[in-house]
């Protein structure tokens, strides 16, 4: 369905900041656990290509490296949701190591210790990296903040939306390099 998509879409909550890094191709891998009103398993990457959703709630500049820190902003359109880009799931893989799960700290933008806190949360050790293919969106798509999209939950349906997306903002082979990396880190 790719450029275009239509249908129904889903979209991943991610903090504001990881959203834009992805969106700009500084990054393109995640380290998820869920929120807390996830069911008792936890986060699950119910949806192989969504929107993503960048989220001001949370979001904590102890957590992110220092690098990143500075890219921290305010909410420019309160109750309004900005969507950038669409995500393609390239690999996902459920970290039970706590030694490698703080091997992806070079990966992304989380700092080592707030890899371990998601690592930790609920007292059930794992979490997931997403590597993601990211397309920014050829037209901005707003939407109101509607009751349906608040709390504190990663995926959000969005109905009868469409959207239309561009080319990879990371070139594939340098996607290859990093899921290579990302795999190497991970052995």
């Keep these: 369905m790719l ?36 069911t008792h398993d936890g986060f699950e990457v119910e949806h192989r290509s969504f929107l993503l959703y960048p989220t001001f709630l949370h979001q904590n500049p102890v957590e992110l490296q220092p690098q990143y820190q500075s890219l921290l902003r305010d909410d420019p359109q309160p ?25 992806l700290e070079s990966l992304q933008a ?35 903040e509607s009751a349906g999209m608040l709390g504190c939950v990663s995926w959000v349906p969005l109905e009868g939306v469409t959207v239309r997306a561009g080319e990879p903002v990371v070139p594939e082979d340098v996607l290859e390099a990093r899921q290579l990396e990302l795999e190497q880190l991970l052995a």
């Design 110 to 144: 989380l700092t080592g210790a707030a890899i371990e806190r998601r690592f930790q949360y609920r007292n059930r050790p794992w979490v997931h990296a997403l590597l993601l293919r990211v397309r920014p969106l050829l037209e901005p798509l707003s939407l109101p």
């Design 79 to 103: 109750g309004v949701i900005g969507f950038p880009a669409l995500a393609e799931v390239v690999a996902v893989h459920k970290v039970e190591s706590l030694e490698q799960a703080l091997r």
């Design 3 to 38: 450029p275009g998509m239509s249908a129904a879409l889903s979209a991943l909550k991610e903090w504001d900041t990881q959203s834009r890094l992805l969106t700009q191709g500084t990054l393109s891998l995640l380290v998820r656990k869920g929120g807390i009103m996830e």
